[in-house]
């Protein structure tokens, strides 16, 4: 069997530290979708990282990390990611295992990124631009590169005929760009991943299955950057939700056990597109000062607001969520009151759905207000021990969810986590 660890606003929840408490119980970790637009942070001894592509069991030492066939992969960028692990206490070199059939982000995918995005303006994604987007079409388009491609003697023949397409594109955005800057590194990073073992991920994870091994699928990103169920165009270009742990992994539907999904006790967006509850004013200037919210991967500020009840049964319903985690709650200390969106305001309806133009529609979010609470939670490890205010807060919210909290976390550290 394989339980899921995913996030159910739009990333950033806290999957790499989730992932990093709930290791010990497991012998694997897979990552199932996305690539380097992920940025997973764990932390513990004093000491933080942050993960990119790598699984984010990396850092203990009985655990198989698995870079699943979903994924899409920067040679550059895993190249230095391992490089940093290994210097760092990881050992990637023994745990570490990349499928073959994941597609490679080839220099020209970040190039055709950057210009796409460049040729939105104002009406860009907020793309990572990590080459996310343009690797993806390629899959789709039936005409990418997978991992397993670097071992075939002809494989610059290949990345030459897949990179011509791409400068056809980079002319006609008429976007400046110098690749032979880029190509050396990336070929360097080619040979250098042939090092590791580069597998069918879909037999070892069957196999592993068979023999009783417990598997953790790592997501990335959200359930509201979903390509199908995010707030389109304003998404991602891969499944995230928990249905993407079959494709991504090649796992059957009824293997898949538990799901762990996880919300911040507010909300945050990096990047484009609707978010019904954001501050912009002092309030989300405080959540992301205390909740300290730039990004992992790109250092932008992250967008803040409340929490948004309807969304997250959304995310609750697509995912078929058996055990959810509150993340950050302990950032809302010393707000005097704390507020929760719990149904849409649209025209003169209101609703719990999210509509299909959410990119268009004025949404009036209708907020229930608590009262906040002051105490200082990151030292807590007890439930019972957490300020009355905060329960009746968390006690709105699971009943309005109608799921259950597994785990509170209240802090970055790996010890900074209440189990229920
Ligand atoms: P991910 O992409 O879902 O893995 O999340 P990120 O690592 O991008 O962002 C979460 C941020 O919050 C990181 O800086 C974490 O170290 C931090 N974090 C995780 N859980 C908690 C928590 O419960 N409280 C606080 N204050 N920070 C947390
Ligand atoms: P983790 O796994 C938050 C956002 C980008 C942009 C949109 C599309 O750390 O939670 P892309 O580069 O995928 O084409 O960007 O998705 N985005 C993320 N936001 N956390 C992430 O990952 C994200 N990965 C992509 O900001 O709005
Ligand atoms: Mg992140």
Request: charged share 20%; aromatic share 10%; net charge negative.
């Amino acid at each position: 069997m394989i339980d899921v660890v995913l996030g159910l606003q739009w990333g950033d929840e806290g999957k790499g530290k989730i992932v990093d408490v709930l290791t010990p119980q497991y012998d694997v970790v897979a990552r199932f979708q996305g690539g380097p637009n992920a940025g997973h942070s764990l932390e513990f001894n004093g000491q933080k990282h942050v993960l990119n592509t790598i699984p984010s069991g990396i850092f203990h030492e009985h655990c198989t990390n698995i870079i699943g066939n979903g994924v899409v992969i920067d040679p550059v960028t895993l190249k230095k990611e391992i490089e940093k692990v290994a210097s760092s206490g990881g050992n990637p070199t023994k745990n570490l295992f990349i499928s073959q059939k994941a597609h490679l982000i080839l220099p020209t995918h970040r190039l055709v990124d950057a210009a796409s995005e460049a040729n939105k303006g104002e009406h860009k994604i907020g793309s990572t631009l990590r080459g996310i987007s343009p690797t993806y079409q390629d899959k789709i388009g039936r005409s990418g590169l997978r991992i397993g491609d670097i071992l075939a003697p002809n494989f610059r023949q290949k990345y030459n005929a897949v990179v011509a397409n791409h400068k056809q594109l980079l002319d006609r955005f008429n976007f400046e760009y110098n690749l032979e800057e880029l190509e050396p590194a990336f070929f360097e990073a080619v040979e250098f991943l042939k090092q590791f073992p580069i597998i069918s991920s879909e037999y070892m994870i069957n196999d592993l299955m068979s023999k009783g091994k417990k598997i953790i699928g790592e997501g990335a990103q959200g359930t509201l950057l979903d390509i199908d169920f995010g707030s389109y165009p304003f998404v991602t270009s891969s499944n995230t939700i928990t249905g993407g742990v079959c494709n991504g992994l090649g796992v059957a539907p009824q293997k898949v056990n538990k799901v762990y999904g996880i919300f911040k006790a507010y909300c945050t967006r990096v990047g484009s597109g609707p978010f019904p509850t954001e501050q912009e004013n002092e309030t989300g200037e405080k959540l992301r000062k205390l909740g300290f919210e730039f990004g992992a991967t790109t250092g932008r500020p992250r967008r803040t607001g409340w929490l948004d009840l309807p969304t997250l049964k959304y995310a609750i319903m697509l995912n078929g969520v058996t055990d959810l985690i509150c993340t950050k709650s302990d950032v809302l200390s010393g707000f005097e009151e704390v507020l929760v969106c719990d149904q849409y305001q649209i025209e003169d309806k209101l609703t719990n759905e999210i509509p299909f133009n959410i990119a268009d529609a004025v949404i009036n979010p209708q907020y229930k207000s608590f009262k906040g609470w002051s105490e200082d939670l990151t030292g807590i490890r007890q439930y019972n021990d957490l300020p009355e205010t905060f329960k009746q807060y968390m006690n709105y919210v699971q009943a309005s969810i109608d799921t259950k909290l597994s785990m509170i976390s209240i802090g970055p550290d790996r010890e900074q986590t209440i189990f229920m």
